[in-house]
């Protein structure tokens, strides 16, 4: 264990803080409690190396032992005092150990031991999240919490792979990621996009991650709708409200569909991939390419790759002529000329000449596409003049003269 986790050191509070600490180690749930909740109210007037002497009794009190106790109890018909104040207790521990991750008050060496003894804890609540006993405490709120822990061990080397090991954390994640889209919170959604995106980015593909996922939103089809609702949603405004924390949002959120739906490796679910399509991911990643490519902000243009690169991966998908028109009817000629712009071309120039040399000649033979091409032509007559590289306009002119002349 780690010295900082030790109750040794708890002759170095000062006093009286020290009476109250060894009290709560010796004492009841109420004792607990009472200083768990003291200890919140101290916080904000104390410096980070007076918040590390606080962690071992936080670490004593959530006691491996009580594991063995505290499921039978509250799965009774009637939950004993007893049990709910330690269980009120419990999850004030783990929001003042949350509280002292984000003031940068836990040893770097203590993370893995201390994730260790937090993590069955979350599992017991997250089974137990409508017990009577902790009703004060809205679900979304619980989760809020257990999502913030998780991604603050999961940044910390020494913890991620304990983390990683450790059975069921997606699926916490992903009854998390369900209440954060019922709602609205976007801050929330923010996180879990980037904890995703750390999850599949570092780790790679993982089957038994993703089912968790999968099993925790119900199925693959309500996934899918977990993953692209707040998209839309946010595509309504985000024309007028871009903001950076929307685009890292957005660009992690997809980060993660690239790393499990095949986008950035071989490994992936096909399932979860013809879920999306018919979903109308297509129309999505027009979309928020198209957002990002004419934003003035430079995070969105230095996010722009990838995800362009995602939706042309998307669209080659078979039938190619069906994703195309509906991809065109989302925006993808305004979005052709931005991609070849002097701004964005390094960005996107593989994927746009997939697109220009491939995908459209190919398709373009389809009724359904032709009609979608001059449709969007006749808007766009001299789009080809933002084309800076001649390459990149030869092959537009090259692919449009026949085009335009069926």
């Known amino acids: 264990m780690h010295p900082?986790?030790?109750?040794?050191?708890?002759?170095?509070?000062?006093?009286?803080?020290?009476?109250?600490?060894?009290?709560a180690v010796a004492g009841s749930a109420e004792d607990r409690l009472a200083f768990v909740v003291f200890s919140c109210q101290k916080m904000p007037d104390m410096?980070?190396?007076?918040?590390t002497f606080i962690l071992p009794v936080l670490f004593?009190?959530?006691?491996?032992?009580?594991?063995?106790?505290?499921?039978?109890?509250?799965?009774?018909?009637?939950?004993?005092?007893?049990?709910?104040?330690?269980?009120?207790?419990?999850?004030?521990?783990?929001?003042a150990i949350s509280e002292i991750l984000g003031r940068k008050g836990v040893p770097s060496g203590a993370y893995s031991d201390l994730w260790t003894r937090i993590w069955p804890w979350i599992e017991l609540l997250d089974d137990h999240e409508t017990i009577q006993t902790i009703d004060f405490l809205p679900a979304e709120r619980g989760?809020?919490?257990?999502?913030?822990?998780?991604?603050?061990?999961?940044?910390?080397?020494?913890?991620?792979?304990?983390?990683?090991?450790?059975?069921?954390?997606c699926a916490v994640v992903g009854r998390a990621w369900n209440y954060a889209v019922i709602t609205r919170d976007d801050t929330e959604l923010a996180k879990i996009h980037q904890l995703l995106e750390c999850w599949f980015t570092r780790r790679g593909w993982s089957r038994n991650s993703f089912e968790e996922l999968v099993i925790a939103a119900g199925g693959r089809r309500?996934?899918?709708?977990?993953?692209?609702?707040?998209?839309?949603?946010?595509?309504?405004?985000?024309?007028?409200?871009?903001?950076?924390?929307?685009?890292?949002?957005?660009?992690?959120?997809?980060?993660?569909?690239?790393?499990?739906?095949?986008?950035?490796?071989?490994?992936?679910?096909?399932?979860?991939?013809?879920?999306?399509?018919?979903?109308?991911?297509v129309e999505a990643l027009t979309s928020v390419s198209r957002?990002?490519?004419?934003?003035?902000?430079?995070?969105?243009?230095?996010?722009?790759?990838?995800?362009?690169?995602?939706?042309?991966?998307?669209?080659?998908?078979f039938p190619c002529h069906k994703w195309l028109a509906q991809s065109i009817r989302?925006?993808?000629?305004?979005?052709?000329?931005?991609?070849?712009?002097?701004?964005?071309?390094?960005?996107?120039r593989p994927s746009l000449m997939k697109l220009l040399q491939v995908l459209l000649p190919a398709s373009s033979v389809y009724r359904s596409v032709l009609t979608?091409?001059?449709?969007?032509?006749?808007?766009?007559?001299?789009?080809?003049?933002?084309?800076?590289?001649?390459?990149?306009?030869?092959?537009?002119?090259?692919?449009m003269a026949p085009s335009r002349a069926r």
């Open 4 to 23: 900082s986790l030790e109750l040794s050191i708890l002759d170095r509070i000062p006093m009286p803080f020290r009476i109250r600490a060894k009290g």
């Open 372 to 399: 979608e091409l001059r449709n969007a032509d006749t808007t766009h007559e001299h789009g080809s003049e933002l084309f800076p590289e001649p390459d990149v306009f030869a092959l537009f002119r090259q692919f």
């Open 222 to 281: 309500d996934l899918g709708a977990i993953v692209l609702a707040p998209v839309l949603r946010l595509l309504h405004t985000l024309g007028v409200k871009m903001t950076d924390d929307a685009i890292c949002s957005l660009s992690a959120l997809f980060n993660f569909v690239r790393h499990t739906t095949g986008v950035a490796g071989a490994q992936c679910d096909s399932a979860f991939r013809e879920t999306l399509l018919s979903l109308g991911v």
């Open 143 to 169: 989760y809020r919490l257990y999502t913030s822990l998780i991604y603050s061990f999961l940044r910390n080397d020494e913890a991620t792979e304990a983390v990683y090991t450790s059975s069921g954390v």
């Open 47 to 51: 410096s980070p190396e007076h918040l």
């Open 291 to 317: 957002v990002f490519a004419e934003s003035r902000l430079s995070i969105a243009w230095d996010k722009l790759g990838p995800v362009f690169r995602t939706l042309v991966d998307y669209v080659s998908s």
């Open 330 to 348: 989302a925006g993808l000629f305004s979005l052709i000329f931005f991609c070849g712009s002097r701004r964005h071309i390094e960005a996107t």
């Open 60 to 95: 004593a009190i959530l006691e491996p032992d009580f594991l063995k106790i505290v499921p039978n109890e509250l799965d009774s018909a009637v939950v004993p005092f007893d049990t709910g104040v330690r269980v009120t207790g419990i999850l004030v521990t783990l929001r």
